[in-house]
């Protein structure tokens, strides 16, 4: 054993001056873990960027750092009250009614984006900006077929926030939920984008588009039209809904894409109202059943199941059975995602199709139309200007023969329907040679929805000469009622 101790130290002090003479003539090495990347665009500019900004594909900044994005995003974020000036609320202890919620500054010349259940009680605006200055806002136009309202106040020079794109999110990616929950100003909220193009049935009408991001940052009431904001700390949703037993956060809250909501912000300032384009087609899931049938490669796309006559895709030679899978390269695998594709764009834009037919891929260029099959934008709606006020609104009312009105928030509730309800119908008329009786209500004009007496009026004065059918119901009988007559 004595033998072997003097060898045993020489090998380790051997092995250690090797060691310290290679520290001392190498240089030292940093590992660095790269946390940001280049910014690559999208095409998004110009026209169709509301602030002419540009949009970022897909740009992961630090993942778990969000000082940066939230100081930066929160001086945007405003709240808003909207008081029903009307009305005396005697439900809840005397005053006016009201409702409160959040909105999101998107222009330096104060235009602000929430959601229109926020503000669809009122008609009065109160807005306090983060630095706790007031305004009384002026409402530009809503559009409840995706829940967003669009406000002004004048002022300028006002923090906004930068936009972001939100096809280039991805499942999995760390977002902030910005707004003021429970009268809470400024609260930020963080969590991962669960899902994408999700339909939770919260909308009404034919033409309401539901493709929200679902993420798991804690949204309460008062959040609505707040910010959903990347950790780039570029605006990608506007908080719209949460999924609750309770009425507070329980796991999941859905915003609205944002490229979504800049084409109806574009066309609430150019038009008062959405220009909603249509493809003039039925659609249905594609089941398993239906993609062995049509020799689909996967249970994937929107099926057609019918074809309107002199619609832009029967123009452009697509039929029933056929099954879209993209649009402008975009590939399409469900409902949501078609309608949020489409709804970026107004009647008169071309946009280019791929599907599947009996098993083979084809591509189209459609032409979209409105629920008139008319290409061509219409004329800007004063959304200040009350129902019946405008002469060319009584003429044709007149003419006709009948007085509407409105259907109240409590008839609305009651029935679960809204829609123009008959108050008069004058001797000798049109309206009387139907046989249609006052306390009808109307909810269709030729087979489109009609919500309030502005929305039936102006179908009626686009269907001038033509032969025009109006469904509904009266309150106390039971089935749908129809009568037809000829706008002259």
């Known amino acids: 054993m004595k033998n072997y101790l003097p060898l045993f130290l020489t090998s380790l002090l051997s092995a250690l001056f090797a060691i310290a003479i290679y520290r001392f003539f190498e240089e030292p090495k940093v590992i660095i873990r790269e946390t940001t990347a280049s910014a690559q665009y999208t095409n998004f500019e110009d026209e169709e960027s509301y602030t002419n900004q540009k949009q970022r594909h897909f740009v992961s900044s630090a993942p778990t750092n969000f ?12 709240n808003i009250k909207a008081v029903e000036s009307a009305g005396f609320d005697w439900w809840n202890g005397g005053g006016f009614g009201s409702s409160s919620g959040s909105g999101v500054i998107i222009s330096p010349d104060g235009y602000i984006v929430t959601n229109n259940h926020v503000i669809e009680e009122g008609d009065k605006f109160n807005v306090t900006l983060n630095d706790n200055r007031e305004y009384e806002a002026k409402l530009v136009g809503t559009d409840p077929t995706t829940d967003l309202a669009l406000l002004k106040i004048d002022e300028n020079k006002l923090p906004y926030l930068n936009i972001g794109n939100s096809d280039s999110l991805n499942v999995g990616e760390w977002v902030l939920a910005v707004g003021n929950p429970f009268n809470l100003e400024s609260t930020v909220t963080a969590g991962i984008v669960s899902a994408k193009g999700r339909d939770i049935q919260i909308l009404e009408g034919d033409y309401s588009i539901e ?13 609505s039209g707040g910010a959903l904001v ?26 609205v894409p944002v490229n979504l909501v800049q084409k109806v912000i574009r066309d609430l300032r150019d038009f008062g109202e959405v220009q909603r384009g249509l493809l003039g087609v039925r659609i249905g899931s594609v089941t398993s ?62 946009i280019s199709i791929r599907y599947i037919r009996e ?26 200007t009350k129902v019946g006020s405008k002469k060319d609104d009584l003429e044709i009312l007149d003419h006709l023969g009948f007085e509407l009105r409105d259907l109240s928030k409590e008839e609305s509730r009651s029935l679960r329907v809204s829609g123009a309800y008959v108050k008069r119908i004058i001797p000798g008329s049109t309206i009387e040679e139907t046989q249609m ?52």
């Open 230 to 255: 990347n950790t780039n700390g570029e605006l990608v949703g506007i908080n719209t809904a949460i999924i609750t037993r309770s009425g507070r956060y329980e796991g999941y809250s859905f915003a």
């Open 211 to 223: 493709s929200f991001i679902q993420t798991d940052a804690a949204v309460n009431p008062g959040n």
């Open 67 to 78: 000082i940066d994005a939230a100081s930066a995003v929160t001086p945007g974020v405003v």
């Open 359 to 384: 098993g083979k891929n084809y591509d189209a260029k459609v032409i979209l139309r409105d629920h008139n099959n008319s290409t061509k934008p219409k004329s800007k709606v004063n959304v200040n």
């Open 437 to 488: 009786d006052p306390g009808f209500i109307i909810t269709r004009v030729n087979d489109t929805k009609v919500t309030s007496v502005n929305e039936t009026v102006e179908m009626l004065k686009d269907l001038k000469g033509t032969k025009v059918y109006l469904e509904g119901f009266y309150e106390n009988y039971r089935g749908e009622y129809f009568y037809t007559f000829v706008v002259r």
């Open 289 to 350: 059943q239906r993609a062995k049938a049509l020799g689909l490669p996967s249970i994937e796309g929107v099926y057609i199941s019918r074809v309107t006559e002199g619609g832009g895709a029967a123009e452009a030679g697509m039929e029933a059975e056929d099954v879209i899978v993209g649009i402008n390269n975009i590939k399409i695998t469900s409902i949501p995602e078609l309608q949020e594709q489409i709804g970026r764009f107004r009647p008169g834009n071309e």
